[in-house]
Structure formats: C-alpha cells, structure tokens
C-alpha cells in the first residue's frame, strides 16, 4: 500500500480529477518509505553498537570478577542446582550434566560445600570439576564471551530496526485514517448542505 501511493504522486500530480487529500496521502506514505529505508537501518545500527559497547564491558567485568575454581566431588545429589541451566550450554549440554555435592576453597581459605552442576562424565567422589566463582567464592555462572555478546548486540539492532519500521507504518496508518475521516467529514457537510435541496426545480441540480 505505501509503495502504490508514492508510485502514485507523480501520476497525480498534474491530475486534475485528483484530490488534495490524495496528495497528501502519497507523501506521507513517502516520507514513511524513506525513514523505514533510511532511518529505521540507522536506529538499528545505533541500538546494536550501544548494545555492544554495554555488553563488551559486561563481558570484561564479568571475566574480571568471576574465576575458575577446582572444586572436588564429595558425592552425587539428586536434582538439579541453580547453576544447572548455564544460557550458552543448556540446549546442547541439558541431557549429560550431572548434580554433584563438591567442595572448594574460597579466597579466604575457608571450605565451601554446595551443589554443582558439571558436564564431566567423571563424577566419582574425589573427582576434580571446574566451577566458576566470585571473589567471595560463592557459585556464579559461567561469564559471558565475546562471541556470544556480539550476537546478542547483532539481535538488539535487527530488532530496533524491525521496531522503529513497524511503529513508523503504524504512525503512517494512523495518519492516513485521520485523513480519511476528515474527509468523510467534509462529504457528510457538503451532502448536509446540497441534500434537502436535490432534485428540486430551480436549485441547480
């Protein structure tokens, strides 16, 4: 519809049966088309480095303040931990973690007991794990890498544009149907004003 009016102004503008609001209507669809080329790219774009940028320095804090930590298994727990539904290896690695009750040290030294969730098939008490911890050696999960911060930012700025593009129909739409109700309007005064007078002689009709 929006590409069919703009197509459309050149044909009327030197279209004397046109209306105005015919017109009116092909440019605004026009300049809709160019922000949804145009703008809509841009704002996604934008959105996508912004995005980036916040989660890079996600990425770096997070490395910075999360660390491998050996831990080592005292016995298997039923169940799943918290820790159990790492975002990046849930989908692919779901079926073949294990539940685990291990120990570990934290920085201060003291012995920290919880239960984990490990993709190592060896799980036999006494077996060695990785686990990631915070700088009080409590569990956290796995950082985020840069690979994956990068495909979150290139979602972010698709679905700015997808946003800014389907709110820019929208406003259009809305545009158009105000029009067209000012112009039923105008044809309801105008029949208000020529109706009682039809047909009858004298009047012109």
Not at 54 to 70: F, I, K, M, N
Not at 84 to 97: I, L, Y
Request: net charge positive; charged share 25%.
């Amino acid at each position: 519809m929006t590409v069919r009016a703009v197509l459309g102004i050149r044909r009327w503008r030197r279209n004397p049966v046109c209306r105005a609001t015919d017109r009116h209507e092909a440019w605004v669809a026009l300049a809709a088309l160019l922000l949804m080329l145009l703008a809509a790219p841009v704002l996604g774009w934008k959105a996508g480095s912004l995005t980036d940028d916040a989660l890079r320095q996600a990425v770096r804090t997070q490395h910075e303040q999360r660390h491998l930590t050996t831990a080592v298994v005292v016995r298997a727990a039923p169940g799943t931990s918290r820790f159990a539904r790492d975002p990046e290896a849930a989908v692919a690695e779901d079926s073949t973690r294990r539940s685990v009750v291990a120990d570990w040290l934290a920085p201060d030294g003291t012995t920290r007991t919880d239960t984990v969730s490990t993709a190592s098939t060896e799980t036999a008490p006494g077996t060695p794990i990785e686990v990631w911890t915070d700088d009080q050696g409590n569990l956290v999960m796995r950082p985020m890498d840069l690979s994956s911060a990068h495909t979150h930012a290139v979602l972010a700025g698709i679905g700015a544009a997808l946003l800014a593009g389907g709110l820019t129909e929208s406003v259009r739409r809305l545009v158009v149907w105000r029009m067209m109700q000012r112009r039923y309007a105008r044809l309801d005064r105008a029949w208000a004003e020529v109706g009682p007078d039809w047909g009858r002689t004298g009047t012109g009709s």
